[in-house]
């Protein structure tokens, strides 16, 4: 395959442009004059993709809103024309002429930066492996022999032997369809005996209906005694509780006050004498006159007012001990006086309870044929739950009925023995598969063994072109596999010791990534390949072994060469500025 030309119009920043392409075509610029973009439009148009890190829409012109890449390519000694276009935030389309065309699978691996290559194989402790099955369509090989895989017939085989245990069930079912049959008739039979005990009962029924209708009433009023009858007895209990007013507890502290009033209208006269008589601090035996009137008083007199002063301590002393059994007598009648206030109320509420217990037991109308109706109702309702369950257990027997008979009629074509032949055969394929798969993988590795051997030799070979330096006596690698995959690692001597790619400058790492990749090319050739800015990291020695390589290159691939470096567009001699 050859890309002879590209036509573009609102990529990146070639608002449109055309130009040809040869076995090796070089585009040489400063930064900005668009030869990467040149590059990028080539690998869209080819890939419909763009380098890691590159949005589709990024590609797109900012003066307009899409993009579009044409290419003539020649294949096979034919012409055909493809094209690719792009609207921001809409999906890529593509077109092919003629449209049964086949193109050589191509992938982002055709693109080659520069700046990147020495990526490769700089890394951590472990070192970045370059996956031989990630460059220039290598792993195609591994590809069909992992497409190579019993699975399709296993899973047929699987769906197979599903189809196999349906009809195996199948079977048993058409054998139950009899038992379905005559469990149909069993219930119709019985559908008919119980609808016609409904019919004769229909009339009962009604007039039961209506009995227990009227009597809802009477059984509300029922549940309301209940309660009032319970209302009575809680109310009695709490009566009950109550401790009985005392009957001479109303003389008794009558009594007490009477005798509290005279002790106080006794201690009050006795102040008062004592005041009286204890006139400007004299004692009561140095009086002479009454003080009141200003009689002469009399020794008898004296005598007896002498007694006031100790009357007076007695009464007060008196006083304070009947104080105590005059406060307990009036606590004593406040506490039975609120007793016999609850006892009264609650007496005042089992009255008026007891009263609306005989108002509704006069109300209530005890109909004598309630429990018949009851259960004539209930004889009913039974009746009808059974005409349900006959006619919704038919309805599932008439469907199962109706499904065991589509599933024998599909027994009788699905050809039983069929089944066992193909499920035999599939068996057979899948055995033969993975017995084809291992004669592919042993003969795999002994190409890979192969391959290696001559890549080991191509890779020194152009290793000494772009790096024609003696402080490597020799380069090699080594093949390992991380999960599964193949992977190499390079190293180079020094004297008697061996340095990995993480120990080596960045243009020795250079050197070695692009003589790997040409060596993998000569064995696996890619159709195209471009390059952007290759020379980074290379001396000029290391140019002109570049551009030998690239020159012998051009001759089994087509190779595309954005530059910066005119010496190196100059050793490759076709020049497009």
């Given at each position: 395959?050859?890309?002879?030309?590209?036509?573009?119009?609102?990529?990146?920043?070639?608002?449109?442009?055309?130009?040809t392409l040869?076995?090796?075509?070089?585009?040489?610029?400063?930064?900005g004059?668009g030869?990467?973009?040149?590059?990028?439009?080539?690998?869209?148009c080819?890939?419909?993709?763009?380098?890691?890190?590159?949005?589709l829409?990024?590609l797109?012109n900012?003066?307009?809103?899409?993009?579009?890449v044409?290419?003539?390519?020649?294949?096979?000694?034919?012409?055909?024309?493809?094209?690719?276009?792009?609207?921001?935030?809409?999906?890529?389309s593509?077109?092919?002429k003629?449209?049964?065309v086949?193109?050589?699978?191509?992938?982002?691996?055709?693109?080659?930066?520069?700046?990147?290559?020495?990526?490769?194989?700089?890394?951590?402790p472990?070192?970045?492996?370059?996956?031989?099955?990630?460059?220039?369509?290598?792993?195609?090989?591994?590809?069909?022999?992992?497409?190579?895989?019993?699975?399709?017939?296993?899973?047929?085989?699987?769906?197979?032997?599903?189809q196999?245990?349906?009809?195996d069930?199948?079977?048993?079912?058409?054998?139950?369809?009899?038992?379905?049959?005559?469990?149909?008739?069993?219930?119709?039979?019985?559908?008919?005996?119980?609808?016609?005990?409904?019919?004769?009962?229909?009339?009962e029924?009604?007039?039961?209906?209506?009995?227990?209708?009227?009597?809802?009433?009477?059984?509300?009023?029922?549940a309301?005694?209940?309660?009032?009858?319970?209302?009575?007895?809680?109310?009695?209990?709490?009566?009950d509780?109550?401790?009985?007013?005392?009957?001479?507890?109303a003389q008794?502290?009558?009594?007490?006050?009477?005798?509290w009033n005279?002790?106080?209208?006794r201690?009050?006269?006795?102040e008062?004498?004592t005041?009286?008589l204890?006139?400007?601090?004299?004692?009561?035996?140095?009086?002479?006159?009454?003080?009141?009137?200003?009689?002469?008083?009399?020794?008898n007199?004296l005598?007896?007012?002498e007694?006031?002063d100790?009357?007076?301590?007695?009464?007060?002393?008196?006083?304070?001990?009947?104080k105590?059994?005059?406060?307990?007598?009036?606590?004593?009648f406040?506490?039975?006086?609120?007793?016999?206030?609850?006892?009264d109320?609650?007496?005042?509420?089992i009255?008026?309870?007891?009263?609306?217990?005989?108002?509704?037991?006069?109300?209530?109308?005890v109909?004598?044929?309630?429990?018949?109706?009851?259960?004539?109702s209930?004889?009913?309702?039974?009746?009808?739950?059974?005409?349900?369950?006959i006619?919704?257990?038919?309805?599932?027997?008439?469907?199962?009925?109706r499904t065991?008979?589509?599933?024998?009629?599909?027994?009788?074509?699905?050809?039983?023995?069929?089944?066992?032949?193909?499920?035999?055969?599939?068996?057979?394929?899948?055995?033969?598969?993975?017995?084809?798969?291992?004669?592919?993988?042993?003969?795999l590795?002994?190409?890979?063994?192969?391959?290696?051997?001559k890549?080991?030799?191509?890779?020194?070979?152009?290793?000494?072109?772009?790096?024609?330096?003696?402080?490597?006596?020799?380069?090699?690698?080594?093949?390992?596999?991380?999960?599964?995959?193949?992977?190499?690692?390079?190293?180079?001597?020094l004297?008697?010791?061996?340095?990995?790619?993480?120990?080596?400058?960045?243009?020795?790492?250079?050197?070695?990534?692009?003589?790997?990749?040409?060596?993998?090319?000569?064995?696996?050739?890619?159709?195209?390949?471009?390059?952007?800015?290759?020379?980074?990291?290379?001396?000029?020695?290391?140019?002109?072994?570049?551009?030998?390589?690239?020159?012998?290159?051009s001759?089994?691939?087509?190779?595309?060469v954005?530059?910066?470096?005119?010496?190196?567009?100059?050793?490759l001699?076709?020049?497009?500025?």
């Open positions: 395959m050859k890309v002879e030309k590209i036509d573009l119009t609102g990529f990146r920043g070639l608002r449109g442009e055309s130009f040869d076995d090796l075509t070089v585009f040489e610029g400063e930064m004059t030869k990467t973009s040149k590059l990028l439009s080539i690998l869209f080819l890939t419909g993709s763009s380098p890691h890190g590159l949005n829409d990024e797109i900012s003066n307009t809103d899409s993009m579009r044409s290419a003539l390519i020649t294949l096979n000694g034919a012409i055909y024309s493809l094209e690719r276009k792009k609207r921001r935030r809409v999906p890529v593509f077109s092919i003629p449209e049964d086949r193109l050589p699978p191509l992938d982002i691996g055709i693109f080659i930066e520069g700046r990147q290559i020495a990526d490769l194989f700089m890394g951590g472990t070192e970045r492996a370059l996956k031989l099955d990630t460059l220039l369509g290598i792993s195609e090989y591994d590809q069909r022999v992992s497409q190579l895989t019993p699975a399709a017939a296993e899973r047929r085989i699987s769906e197979l032997e599903k196999r245990e349906r009809v069930g199948t079977r048993q079912s058409i054998e139950r369809l009899k038992e379905v049959d005559d469990r149909l008739i069993v219930l119709q039979k019985r559908s008919e005996e119980v609808k016609l005990a409904l019919s004769s009962m229909e009339t029924y009604l007039h039961a209906k209506a009995l227990l209708a009227d009597d809802e009433d009477s059984m509300k009023k029922d309301m005694l209940l309660g009032k009858k319970q209302m009575l007895q809680d109310a009695l209990r709490k009566s509780n109550i401790p009985k007013f005392p009957s001479k507890l008794e502290l009558k009594e007490h006050e009477a005798k005279a002790l106080q209208t201690k009050t006269f006795l008062a004498a005041e009286t204890n006139i400007e601090g004299k004692q009561v035996n140095q009086l002479k006159l009454c003080p009141l009137c200003g009689a002469f008083i009399t020794d007199a005598a007896k007012f007694h006031y100790r009357d007076y301590k007695d009464v007060t002393r008196e006083i304070m001990e009947f105590e059994a005059v406060e307990a007598k009036r606590n004593q406040g506490k039975a006086q609120i007793d016999k206030e609850r006892a109320l609650l007496s005042s509420q009255d008026t309870i007891r009263a609306e217990i005989r108002s509704l037991e006069a109300d209530i109308n109909t004598g044929n309630l429990d018949s109706a009851r259960k004539t209930q004889r009913y309702r039974e009746l009808m739950k059974q005409v349900e369950e006619d919704s257990t038919s309805r599932n027997l008439e469907d199962q009925k065991l008979e589509s599933i024998r009629a599909d027994l009788i074509d699905s050809g039983y023995a069929d089944l066992e032949g193909k499920i035999s055969r599939l068996r057979r394929l899948a055995s033969d598969i993975r017995s084809v798969k291992l004669v592919m993988i042993d003969a590795n002994e190409i890979r063994k192969e391959r290696i051997t890549l080991r030799d191509s890779f020194k070979e152009t290793f000494k072109k772009i790096y024609p330096y003696e402080r490597f006596t020799d380069v090699d690698f080594e093949t390992s596999f991380s999960r599964g995959r193949e992977s190499l690692l390079v190293r180079g001597k004297g008697e010791s061996w340095i990995l790619a993480s120990q080596m400058s960045t243009g020795e790492n250079v050197a070695m990534s692009f003589a790997l990749l040409f060596a993998i090319n000569n064995m696996e050739k890619a159709p195209i390949i471009l390059l952007d800015e290759p020379e980074e990291g290379l001396d000029d020695n290391g140019i002109r072994g570049l551009a030998d390589t690239l020159n012998g290159l001759e089994i691939t087509q190779v595309v954005a530059t910066r470096s005119h010496l190196l567009a100059s050793f001699g076709h020049i497009n500025s």
